[in-house]
């Protein structure tokens, strides 16, 4: 593997996950609902991708994704309500603790890729595992009374919905082999966008009138830069990484976001949630370093 493009392509990948993990910020600033920015970031991202795959020539081979053209409409309904459910979340609780329920989605993984793929669990595995899910445990029982409004608990729910819905991703792309990874992404996004499009016109339709020059920058900037940019940025470096590289480089995500909730948006986390919140990560970090023999 080339060491400069290694080297260049570890920079872009932080760089992404850091973006991803500011988005929280900007969507508690757009007043706007949660269907509504949610469709808005897929079809301005839908663009974005659009015109890299145009500009760097990559074509998208539909003959040889025939049989795979469901698993990506499902995939892609599946993020665009992980969307939502995620946006709800930053509502009714704190950033770092829908941040954190959120990131249940990888011991949801574990789990179902044990028993549905039949991947087998070491020790280490399990422990990770029991582990992990007791860090989501702490931090739900003490959810309550975080955000000041008594609905840190309604927040954790749509956050654990979401991480279910993005584990779906993640999975049904297990059997996605024959589209590559930003192709697959602009696929997934171009279904996303059909579905919630009907969605937000049926559940009270569209607001964009309402937003001043402020929600318009922030909606540009989660639908440009947090979706588009962040998510060309990402996979285009992929290829140039081990899985353990781009495993570890996905944490600053998180981190981020639990750092910003508590120092810019002055958000309080109690001593549970900390203790839970790095057991989660402690522990899904740990799952994927590789053992030694």
């Not at 795959?53 to 993020?79: D, P, Y």
């Not at 954190?100 to 793929?117: D, G």
């Not at 584990?167 to 297990?174: D, G, M, S």
């Not at 981020?256 to 949630?273: C, D, G, N, Y």
Request: proline share 3%.
């Amino acid at each position: 593997m080339n060491e400069g493009k290694s080297g260049t392509a570890r920079i872009l990948i932080g760089v992404s996950m850091a973006i991803f993990g500011t988005i929280g910020l900007f969507v508690r600033a757009i007043p706007l609902p949660s269907s509504e920015v949610a469709l808005y970031r897929a079809v301005l991202a839908t663009a974005v991708i659009g015109l890299y795959l145009l500009v760097t020539g990559q074509k998208i081979e539909f003959a040889g994704m025939r049989r795979e053209l469901i698993l990506l409409i499902v995939s892609g309904i599946a993020m665009g309500f992980n969307w939502i459910l995620l946006f709800e979340a930053y509502k009714y609780t704190t950033v770092s603790v829908a941040t954190l329920s959120y990131y249940a989605a990888p011991v949801i993984i574990t789990f179902v890729s044990a028993t549905l793929f039949r991947e087998k669990l070491t020790r280490r595995g399990i422990l990770c595992f029991v582990m992990s899910t007791l860090g989501i445990l702490m931090i739900t029982v003490s959810g309550g009374g975080m955000s000041g409004k008594g609905t840190d608990h309604i927040g954790i729910l749509f956050g654990l919905g979401a991480a279910v819905l993005y584990a779906t991703v993640v999975l049904l792309n297990k059997f996605i082999k024959n589209v590559g990874g930003i192709q697959r992404t602009f696929l997934q996004f171009v279904a996303a966008v059909v579905t919630l499009l009907p969605y937000v016109l049926m559940t009270g339709g569209t607001h964009l009138g309402d937003l001043d020059p402020r929600g318009w920058a922030f909606l540009l900037i989660v639908g440009f830069v947090h979706t588009g940019i962040a998510y060309c940025m990402y996979f285009s470096s992929l290829q140039y990484v081990t899985g353990q590289e781009a495993a570890l480089l996905s944490y600053i995500d998180p981190l981020l976001a639990v750092i910003l909730s508590v120092t810019v948006l002055r958000e309080p986390m109690s001593l549970l949630q900390v203790v839970g919140g790095a057991m989660i990560l402690g522990f899904t970090l740990l799952n994927e370093l590789p053992e030694k023999g």
